[in-house]
T-cell receptor
Framework: AQKITQTQPGMFVQEKEAVTLDCTYDTSDPSYGLFWYKQPSSGEMIFLIY????DQQNATEGRYSLNFQKARKSANLVISASQLGDSAMYFC???????????????WGLGTSLAVNP | ETGVTQTPRHLVMGMTNKKSLKCEQHLGHNAMYWYKQSAKKPLELMFV???????ENNSVPSRFSPECPNSSHLFLHLHTLQPEDSALYLC?????????????????FGSGTQLSVL
């Protein structure tokens, strides 16, 4: 069955340092998409970055990059130069390969809580 | 004006009450979603509407009743809830579901309604 695993319930990082949040996934389908979302204490989930399974290069969006290792089925999020505002929950999600057309949905991990220390 | 607005932000209700959650999106999207977020559980998809038609009902109890009068508005009507229904309820929107993967699956969330059932 399709599954997302985030093994780090909580992480700490010093301001201005880089941090890696782990995400592994399980699927037998060759076509899928991987997402990272940020949820600050305000509650709103904010899209950060996307990686398609056929994308040749690792995705990057500003200070966010995705370390995509297809053979290992991992899609780790790297945040460079951490800021205090990066303190939040971070969720990894995968598009359900069984879905297409009008039945799209995402499979979610349990999240990692990141605290950035000044 | 924020992209997806949810009201109320907090709601406390008794098990015999009837209440409604409201969601409005200003992004011109054609798909809207209700998610339930509980502690220690992955995000749970409840309902999906595409072009005002319900396309997904993820085995949600009938005490939750969604309504989508147009592509910008989504309601979740609640009645005779149970204490285990206490959670953060998130509304999201996306482009039409028949668009390419990233466009259809990139979700824009509201800040949620924190619901407590006494």
């Amino acid at each position: 069955a399709q599954k997302i695993t985030q093994t780090q319930p909580g992480m700490f990082v010093q301001e201005k340092e880089a941090v890696t949040l782990d995400c592994t996934y399980d699927t037998s389908d060759p076509s899928y998409g991987l997402f990272w979302y940020k949820q600050p204490s305000s509650g709103e989930m904010i899209f950060l970055i996307y990686q398609g399974s056929y994308d040749q290069q690792n995705a990057t969006e500003g200070r966010y990059s995705l370390n995509f290792q297809k053979a290992r089925k991992s899609a780790n999020l790297v945040i460079s130069a951490s800021q205090l505002g990066d303190s939040a929950m971070y969720f990894c999600a995968m598009s359900d390969p069984r879905d297409a057309g009008n039945n799209r949905k995402l499979i979610w991990g349990l999240g990692t809580s990141l605290a950035v220390n000044p | 004006e924020t992209g997806v607005t949810q009201t109320p932000r907090h709601l406390v209700m008794g098990m015999t009450n009837k209440k409604s959650l409201k969601c409005e999106q200003h992004l011109g999207h054609n798909a809207m979603y209700w998610y339930k977020q509980s502690a220690k559980k992955p995000l749970e998809l409840m309902f999906v509407y595409s072009l005002e038609e319900r396309v997904e009902n993820n085995s949600v109890p009938s005490r939750f009743s969604p309504e989508c009068p147009n592509s910008s508005h989504l309601f979740l009507h609640l009645h005779t809830l149970q204490p285990e229904d206490s959670a953060l309820y998130l509304c999201a929107s996306s482009q039409a579901l028949d668009r390419p993967r990233l466009e259809a699956e990139k979700l824009f969330f509201g800040s949620g309604t924190q619901l407590s059932v006494l």
